[in-house]
């Protein structure tokens, strides 16, 4: 998977709680990302990050924050879970504007 | 498996064939287009990709065509093997964004 670890990989939660996910590379590359994919629908970026401390949102960033200390981690955070976040989560990278490269993903349920 | 959708779409065929995924893109002003590959439990794996400015790019038992005039690509898998059965779903992004968009995905199925 290029480089690129997600932590954890499953992860149950009730509604209400904090959940931070994380996603760690070893390819020192640029830009950073984090998409949901639910059945019916095709990946979906939540946010993203173009450097260090460096983020913008995307398509579906509601609910969601992000944050990015070191070129390595990307964090990923539900300040206060919902059950419709409940979805599977996936890390990307790429050194280049184009070409993404997948983590394992996290699988992600909130009761 | 977690990754996929419920009533995706489906593409049966015998191993050895040759199996064709369609993908239909909507905005006109995308420029790149990527194929990803995603078996069960795993993330999307890179396959091949296409610019706007070719028509067809191959690669190693893959070929990807991309017909603008009718905002469609397909990718083509050359004599199918067991390993190939997965979701496979196309991207497009324009101007070097960085909001790509997924379409559902294609489920491919190698018969023995």
């Known amino acids: 998977d290029a480089g690129i670890t997600q932590s954890p990989r499953h992860k149950v939660t009730e509604t209400g709680t904090p959940v931070t996910l994380r996603c760690h590379q070893t390819?020192?590359?640029?830009?950073m990302y984090w998409y949901r994919q639910d059945p019916g629908h095709g990946l979906r970026l939540i946010h993203y990050s173009y450097g260090v401390k460096d983020t913008d949102k995307g398509e579906v960033s509601d609910g969601y924050s992000v944050s990015r200390s070191k070129t390595e981690d990307f964090l990923l955070t539900l300040e206060s879970a919902t059950s419709s976040q409940t979805s599977v989560y996936f890390c990307a990278i790429s050194g280049t504007e184009n070409e993404q490269f997948f983590g394992p993903g996290t699988r992600l349920t909130v009761l | 498996g977690e990754n996929v959708g419920l009533h995706l779409p489906t593409l049966s065929v015998q191993e050895g064939d040759n199996s064709i995924i369609n993908c239909a893109y909507s905005?006109?002003?995308?420029?790149?287009f990527i194929w990803y590959k995603q078996e069960s439990g795993k993330g999307p794996q890179f396959i091949i990709d296409i610019r706007s400015n070719m028509d067809k790019r191959q690669g190693q038992r893959v070929t990807v065509l991309l017909n603008k005039t009718v905002k469609h690509l397909s990718l083509q898998i050359a004599a199918t093997q067991p390993g190939d059965s997965a979701v496979y779903f196309c991207?497009?992004?324009?101007?070097?964004?960085?909001?790509?968009?997924f379409g559902p995905g294609t489920r491919l199925s190698v018969l023995p």
């Open positions: 991207a497009e992004n324009e101007n070097y964004g960085q909001n790509f968009v």
């Open positions: 390819e020192n590359h640029r830009y």
């Open positions: 905005n006109s002003a995308s420029d790149y």
